[in-house]
T-cell receptor, first 115, second 116 residues
Framework: DAMVIQNPRYQVTQFGKPVTLSCSQTLNHNVMYWYQQKSSQAPKLLFHYYDKDFNNEADTPDNFQSRRPNTSFCFLDIRSPGLGDAAMYLC??????????????FGDGTRLSIL | AQKITQTQPGMFVQEKEAVTLDCTYDTSDQSYGLFWYKQPSSGEMIFLIYQGSYDEQNATEGRYSLNFQKARKSANLVISASQLGDSAMYFCAMREGHAAGNKLTFGGGTRVLVKP
């Protein structure tokens, strides 16, 4: 089945130690998104890639970076994680142009803990 | 102003009964879409149902239906015959016609607990 896969499911890192979360997709979608979701809150969009074009949300901290080396993979890098960065990180994909009525497809998320 | 408002932070529903989850939205776009997602405690976001702004019929998908009232800017989700597995967080989301990259704006969510 075509899907969005996030690894790892759970990630523990130390305060200030860089961490990378990964997302892959077999849907061949143009757009990939990264969301941060804290407990009992709505997902908050950090940024998205439309093909190779990177689109940052205005309020995304500089501490968060992303890479998309090819269509299938997208990475979220947190350069110096703080305690406030502990959250669920969700990756999603969308087919892009012509797919206005199509839903975003989400991975199962990576739950990040900071020690 | 909030673009998507879900006024019910949490609610209980008896198994086998129907439940309505409220969602109101605010946009000046003529073209927009409304989505509902379910998020169980395990964390994955599951797409449930979609309503386009130009759709004249209310969307239905199995036990899920959408009560779309365009003039009131509301898109309430109705879950019929609730099951224990329906216990989850439910998010309403909007895609606006002008939004780049098919971005979604999410409401704050409603937590539903189905009682046996």
């Amino acid at each position: 089945d075509a899907m969005v896969i996030q690894n790892p499911r759970y990630q523990v890192t130390q305060f200030g130690k860089p961490v990378t979360l990964s997302c892959s997709q077999t849907l061949n979608h143009n757009v990939m998104y990264w969301y941060q979701q804290k407990s009992s809150q709505a997902p908050k969009l950090l940024f998205h890639y439309y093909d190779k074009d990177f689109n940052n949300e205005a309020d995304t901290p500089d501490n968060f970076q992303s890479r998309r080396p090819n269509t299938s993979f997208c990475f979220l890098d947190i350069r110096s994680p703080g305690l406030g960065d502990a959250a669920m990180y969700l990756c999603a994909t969308s087919a892009g142009q012509g797919a206005f009525g199509q839903p975003q497809h989400f991975g199962d998320g990576t739950r990040l803990s900071i020690l | 102003a909030q673009k998507i408002t879900q006024t019910q932070p949490g609610m209980f529903v008896q198994e086998k009964e129907a439940v309505t989850l409220d969602c109101t939205y605010d946009t000046s776009d003529q073209s927009y879409g409304l989505f509902w997602y379910k998020q169980p405690s395990s964390g994955e976001m599951i797409f449930l149902i979609y309503q386009g702004s130009y759709d004249e019929q209310n969307a239905t998908e199995g036990r899920y239906s959408l009560n779309f009232q365009k003039a009131r800017k509301s898109a309430n989700l109705v879950i019929s015959a609730s099951q224990l597995g329906d216990s989850a967080m439910y998010f309403c989301a909007m895609r606006e016609g002008h939004a780049a990259g098919n971005k979604l704006t999410f409401g704050g969510g409603t937590r539903v607990l189905v009682k046996p």
